[in-house]
């Protein structure tokens, strides 16, 4: 069994409170759980407006499985238009 995880640094440009941040965040999370099969938390920048960090993981027996999945999801939160993605990264164990 392998797991794979990331660690996704997100700004939240335009955004002016917490409440806005949550209800972004609550609806992304919602389509990548249920687009990908994966686990997803927002693990830091709890109480910052505009920043937020999130970890996807997922459980596969094969390596190349779980980072093609993750990288789905990197792909994903690119295309959304109210996040801007700052960095990212994939580990695999």
Known sequence: ?????CT?????PGNGSLKSKRQIL???K?????KFNVSISEIDHHDLWQ???LGVAVVSS????AH?????????????RRVELI????EIR
Do not use: N, P, T, W
Request: proline share 0%; net charge positive; charged share 30%.
């Open 1 to 5: 069994m392998l797991i794979g995880a």
């Open 8 to 12: 996704v640094d997100l700004h939240l």
């Open 26 to 28: 609550k609806g992304l």
């Open 30 to 34: 919602e389509r990548i759980k249920k």
């Open 51 to 53: 920043r937020a960090l």
């Open 62 to 65: 094969d390596a190349q499985f």
């Open 68 to 80: 093609q999945v993750l990288s789905k999801v990197v792909d994903f939160i690119r295309s959304e």
């Open 87 to 90: 960095d990212y990264s994939v």
